[in-house]
């Protein structure tokens, strides 16, 4: 089991910038699969951004050119830096880890809202 837990949301302006993170409980950056996912009210979970073992990096079309994710291997941590944002990226931001020995393993979320 890895434990995961999201910090960095928050109430933010249309426009404004937050950055999420992600801190594992062992070794996880550099070991697995890592992405940010998110799930709006009514809606179903959707892929926002990946990062992989390799360090090879995926985003959604609707965030791309807005939203970076990162990783710092020392500190068992993963980002995910939201600039220009927009009332349609207010969800809840959940942080995924995959492993073959552990397969998905979930945080339990961290809440952004953008004011128009």
């Known amino acids: 089991q890895v434990q995961l837990v999201e910090s960095g949301g928050g109430l933010v302006q249309a426009g404004g910038s937050l950055r999420l993170s992600c801190t594992g409980s062992?070794?996880?950056?550099?070991?697995?699969?890592m992405g940010w996912y998110r799930q709006a009210p009514g809606k179903q979970r959707e892929l926002v951004a990946t990062?992989?073992?390799?360090?090879?990096?995926n985003y959604a079309d609707s965030v791309k050119g807005r939203f970076t994710i990162s990783r710092d291997k020392a500190k068992n941590t993963v980002y995910l830096q939201m600039n220009s944002l927009k009332p349609e990226d207010t969800a809840v931001y959940y942080c995924?880890?995959?492993?073959?020995?552990?397969?998905?393993?979930w945080g339990k979320g961290t809440l952004v809202t953008v004011s128009s």
């Open positions: 995924k880890y995959f492993h073959l020995t552990v397969g998905d393993q």
């Open positions: 062992r070794s996880i950056v550099s070991t697995g699969y």
């Open positions: 990062v992989d073992s390799d360090g090879s990096t």
